[in-house]
């Protein structure tokens, strides 16, 4: 398979390149990624009419970011990406879907959405997350994007929902302030939560939290993927310096004949 002609490389290291594609088999080998994390491992219900993919209307609108395995041109990691042009054309950002935005959107500034992010089992623990946000956050650089917004999952444990439990392990510094909280669409039911964190903060959460990333608010509750969804804000200009030397990078390049295809 050809990786070169329809991407634009934003982040590569010996082994891994991390692009957003516009192919067609690449995207449907990530959805099929994608479709082995959330059904297989996660057990989520998905609202998709081919077995083996998840999708939906969103990815149409989307870019593709994925981290390839050089070594077997393996789809390892991926996010995707819905900045604030394609989310006026499709009508909303996911999140809205979940939490009423208002007061996070009313925010001067450019908005740049992440979803569906995964990384292959078998590469978990590796640099394949630390490749993709490199990755990511070059490209919000280039996109002269000001805030990262999306939502980070929570399975439950053995006794439903830690909500107050896992509110009390994040530290205040990644805590938004009140004029920023976002309103669940839908809470976590009273009869599913618990008062003891069985589960803990998943990796993904670990992660964003370190990267500094705010959590707004209080979670929803996904019914169809099993999961309580915390809404995280990342605003670009309040990166800690030490993150900021080390993922903005100026060693990359678009390549304008790559640019996103006509929606």
């Known amino acids: 398979m050809k990786l070169i002609d329809t991407q634009i490389r934003v982040s590569s290291t010996r082994r891994l390149d991390c692009f957003v594609t516009y192919d067609k088999a690449l995207i449907e080998q990530a959805q099929r990624l994608r479709y082995q994390v959330f ?21 149409h609108y989307c870019d593709h970011l994925v ?3 050089t070594t077997n041109e393996k789809i390892v990691g991926y996010t995707r990406l ?13 999140s809205q879907k979940e939490f009423n935005l208002d007061r996070v959107l009313a925010v001067p500034g450019r908005f740049l959405e992440i979803g569906r992010t995964c990384v292959d089992p078998k590469y978990r623990g590796s ?12 490209y919000a650089q280039l996109g002269d994007y000001h805030y990262l917004i999306g939502c980070a999952s929570i399975s439950p444990g053995p006794s439903g929902y830690a909500v107050d439990a896992v509110y009390r392990s994040i ?27 069985e589960s803990g903060i998943p990796p993904l959460l670990k992660a964003y939290l370190r990267f500094g990333v705010q959590v707004c608010g209080r979670p929803f509750w996904d019914e169809d993927f099993n999961v309580m969804d915390l809404f995280i804000l990342l605003p670009l200009a309040q990166l800690e310096d030490r993150y900021s030397k080390h993922y903005l990078k100026p060693d990359y390049s678009i390549n304008d004949k790559h640019s996103s295809p006509t929606l």
Do not use: H
């Open 39 to 59: 059904a297989k491992e996660m057990g989520a219900r998905l609202k998709t009419d081919k077995e083996g993919l998840d999708y939906d209307e969103i990815d």
């Open 67 to 69: 981290v390839v395995d």
């Open 82 to 94: 819905l900045n604030q042009e394609q989310a006026r054309k499709l009508g909303y950002f996911y």
């Open 171 to 197: 530290d205040a510094k990644n805590k938004a302030s009140d004029s920023l909280a976002v309103t669940p669409l839908i809470e976590v039911p009273e009869r599913l939560r618990c008062e003891r964190d």
């Open 127 to 138: 640099v394949v997350l630390t490749t993709l946000w490199s990755a990511l956050v070059n």
